[in-house]
């Protein structure tokens, strides 16, 4: 049986998350599976720092599930092409 880390807990339990925006400050609600959520006053995009551990915990294919491990690291890598 695989311990379970905190960032899988998140992505196993969605659960809503309030940040706010780095642009203007206005609170933007992301699910904490979701990858990115945007600001619905500005449309700037923030990022859920949640799902990294996936990118390099080696359980985390067992932890939170094929399935939405490839989802999830198919979001990772597409986010690191818009940033370069
Ligand atoms: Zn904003």
């Known amino acids: 049986m695989v311990s ?6 998140n992505i196993r ?9 780095p642009k203007c400050g206005e609170e933007i609600e992301i699910v904490s599976n979701e990858s990115s959520a945007k600001c619905s006053k500005c449309g700037s995009v923030i990022y859920n720092d949640l799902l990294s551990c996936v990118e390099w915990c080696e359980y985390a294919k067992e932890c939170v599930g094929e399935k939405t491990y490839e989802k999830i690291m198919q979001e990772l890598s597409k986010r690191k092409q818009e940033e370069h």
């Open 13 to 21: 339990m969605p659960r809503l998350e309030v940040k706010n925006c």
């Open 4 to 9: 379970q880390c905190p960032g899988a807990i």
